[in-house]
């Protein structure tokens, strides 16, 4: 059984940083993609980043840095100079097969957390 847990969002004023990260359990670096993806208040889930590559959205890149430890089975995003327009539930989630997380294509994602709310607001 594959479990993914996210944590440490909160909320953040703008130009701030956090790092969220994600626990896997049941699954492995090496079993396939792992990313990041989010959902704005009223809007569609989107791809934020995913760890092989590494790719990133572009609304993202140069602010946003995804890292991993294979010993821990842990993938962090570090987010620096956050902005109003980052608010959003932050979910982790993986695939064994295919090319869905480099693509960022949710529906193709075999495994999903439960997602953990940044809030970015003065």
């Known amino acids: 059984q594959v479990q993914l847990v996210e944590s440490g969002g909160g909320l953040v004023q703008p130009g701030g940083s956090l790092r969220l990260s994600c626990v896997a359990s049941?699954?492995?670096?090496?079993?396939?993609?792992i990313g990041w993806f989010r959902q704005a208040p009223g809007k569609e889930r989107e791809g934020v980043s995913c760890f092989t590559g590494p790719v990133y959205a572009d609304s993202v890149k140069d602010r946003f840095t995804i890292s991993g430890d294979n010993a821990k089975n842990t993938v962090f995003l570090q987010m620096n100079n956050l902005k109003p327009e980052d608010t959003a539930v932050y979910y982790c989630?993986?695939?064994?097969?295919?090319?869905?997380?480099?693509?960022?294509?949710?529906?193709?994602?075999?495994?999903w957390g439960k997602g953990i709310l940044v809030n970015v607001s003065s």
């Open positions: 049941g699954f492995t670096f090496n079993d396939g993609h």
């Open positions: 989630a993986a695939e064994r097969r295919g090319s869905s997380c480099l693509f960022f294509y949710d529906s193709g994602m075999d495994y």
